[in-house]
T-cell receptor, first 114, second 112 residues
Framework: DVKVTQSSRYLVKRTGEKVFLECVQD?????MFWYRQDPGLGLRLIYF???????EKGDIPEGYSVSREKKERFSLILESASTNQTSMYLC?????????????FGEGSWLTVV | GESVGLHLPTLSVQEGDNSIINCAYS??????FIWYKQESGKGPQFIID?????DKRQGQRVTVLLNKTVKHLSLQIAATQPGDSAVYFC???????????FGTGTRLQVFP
């Protein structure tokens, strides 16, 4: 089974802090994604990566950056956390060889910025 | 922009009945559709998918129907069980990309 692991399930950070959310997948997937999920807004794509050291902006990249130094790991970075970044963050991965690949999600990271 | 929407935010069904969750999509270029189930406090779990060259696909107790003419997708759950209670999302993606566009979700409540 595919496993997408988000190491931090619950975090509380202060406004202005730098926050790292880590995600690891164990199926040698090419593609990795970061979404945030908010009530009434569904899942929105922040950033995605098709390969190591490659990244592309999603629909709401402002206030975030990402890092993909190794194929299995995709990190989401909040350079200076703000209260409007309080949310549930979901990492996902997919095979990437052609289109229409099943995308698998991690269990989510609940971030509260106070 | 393109969006994927759901007709009903909450669906309540009796245990043992069949459930039908509907979804409308707006981009006729989308060629791959996925249904996810999300239980409270967990990440979305893949249920079933369908490609645009099909109009029906069946899994274990679930069936997805795709009507490209009216850009409509539905998920049918047979003999709904309490464990089916969750939020269900449909998502679409375009050819040659795995970027999903999600709807806001439908909550399925199963009562005895």
């Amino acid at each position: 089974d595919v496993k997408v692991t988000q190491s931090s399930r619950y975090l509380v950070k202060r406004t202005g802090e730098k926050v790292f959310l880590e995600c690891v997948q164990d199926m040698d997937h090419e593609n990795m994604f970061w979404y945030r999920q908010d009530p009434g807004l569904g899942l929105r794509l922040i950033y995605f990566s098709y390969d190591v050291k490659m990244k592309e902006k999603g629909d709401i990249p402002e206030g975030y950056s990402v890092s993909r130094e190794k194929k299995e790991r995709f990190s989401l970075i909040l350079e200076s956390a703000s209260t409007n970044q309080t949310s549930m963050y979901l990492c996902a991965s997919s095979l990437g060889e052609d289109s229409g690949n099943t995308i698998y999600f991690g269990e989510g990271s609940w971030l509260t910025v106070v | 922009g393109e969006s994927v929407g759901l007709h009903l935010p909450t669906l309540s069904v009796q245990e043992g009945d069949n459930s039908i969750i509907n979804c409308a999509y707006s981009n006729s270029a989308s060629d791959y559709f996925i249904w996810y189930k999300q239980e409270s406090g967990k990440g979305p779990q893949f249920i079933i998918d369908i490609r645009s060259n099909m109009d029906k696909r069946q899994g274990q107790r679930v069936t997805v129907l795709l009507n490209k003419t009216v850009k409509h997708l539905s998920l049918q759950i047979a003999a709904t069980q309490p464990g089916d209670s969750a939020v269900y999302f449909c998502a679409e993606t375009h050819y040659n990309t795995d970027k999903l566009i999600f709807g806001t979700g439908t909550r399925l409540q199963v009562f005895p």
